[in-house]
């Protein structure tokens, strides 16, 4: 059974997160389920569910956005059982610090793996009123995706100080310009919980400045080796996901900003697609070092 990913989404009070929650809701072609403290203005005129631990609002095209009643893990239990959704995406506003909850969610929930922590951070506000409080400082270091916001309504000179400050507070996440949180789904996902196993080369509108390739083949490769392959991967690969094989059946391979896991999955070859910033110049090296690990028959 493939554990449901859960993506958390965290940020300061009107940083864009419900603009976030709105641009995955229209571009992604997966059954979501969005969990929030409240409704707030995703589900507005949507038909509402009473569960016991949660209550659900159905958004059409199997979405569903809900919002909590009893405790975390109790509502996501619920939410699986009753919804099966193929993502759960947690906007963390009010319900705890984002390494509480990533606590939660590796310890309490077997059924699920965390998919990855994205903040929205506002870069206007971040120009305006640079002194960062806790809270804030807490959802930049929690974070492996940092989504600087509303980069237009700001000068240009001003966005790389914007980075080198959060590089201070995070110096391993991946940082992503946007504006109104137009961002590539492919940077912010892995895999969901899908059964069917096309890994496509992802399409990038937005962000221009990231490039892909791809890897496909049909050996057995030595799980150590590729272990060892995926720790070692350059930093500018910010999202890796795909399918490997290995001796012993194949495996999901899940992949952002330097934190990886692997889980069973079944795929008679293996398909990877690797995403990052002028990561063209390493595809050699990579798929090379990659290749090496391919077990020689």
Do not use: Y
């Amino acid at each position: 059974m493939l554990r449901t990913p859960i993506t958390l989404i965290t940020g300061p009070l009107g940083s864009g997160k419900t603009t976030l929650l709105r641009h995955i809701l229209a571009v992604r072609p997966a059954k979501i389920a969005i969990v929030m403290n409240e409704f707030g203005e995703i589900a507005i005129d949507a038909k509402v569910i009473e569960g016991k631990n949660v209550r659900i609002a159905e958004l059409g095209g199997g979405c569903v956005c809900c919002s909590l009643l009893g405790e975390f893990e109790a509502a996501v239990n619920e939410i699986i059982e009753k919804v099966a959704p193929e993502m759960i995406i947690v906007e963390t506003t009010g319900l705890a610090e984002p390494e509480a909850l990533v606590f939660n969610i590796q310890e309490a929930l077997p059924q699920c793996r965390l998919d990855g922590v994205v903040s929205v951070i506002d870069a206007d506000m971040l120009v305006r009123f640079p002194e960062l409080g806790h809270t804030t400082r807490l959802q930049i270091e929690g974070a492996d995706i940092l989504l600087l916001n509303k980069i237009d309504l700001i000068q240009p000179t001003q966005i790389e100080p914007l980075e080198t400050k959060l590089r201070q507070i995070n110096p391993t996440a991946a940082i992503v310009r946007s504006e109104r949180c137009g961002i590539d789904l492919d940077l912010l996902f892995g895999i969901p919980q899908l059964r069917e196993k096309k890994i496509a080369r992802p399409e990038h509108r937005h962000q221009l400045e990231f490039e892909s390739f791809t890897f496909s083949s049909d050996k057995i490769f030595s799980r150590d080796c590729f272990e060892r392959f995926a720790d070692s991967l350059p930093a500018s690969v910010i999202r890796a996901k795909g399918f490997i094989r290995f001796a012993d059946g194949a495996q999901l391979f899940n992949f952002v900003a330097g934190r990886w896991e692997l889980e069973p999955f079944e795929s008679d070859r293996t398909d990877l697609v690797f995403i990052g910033k002028k990561i063209a110049a390493e595809k050699k090296s990579v798929l090379r070092e990659l290749d090496q690990c391919a077990v020689k028959q």
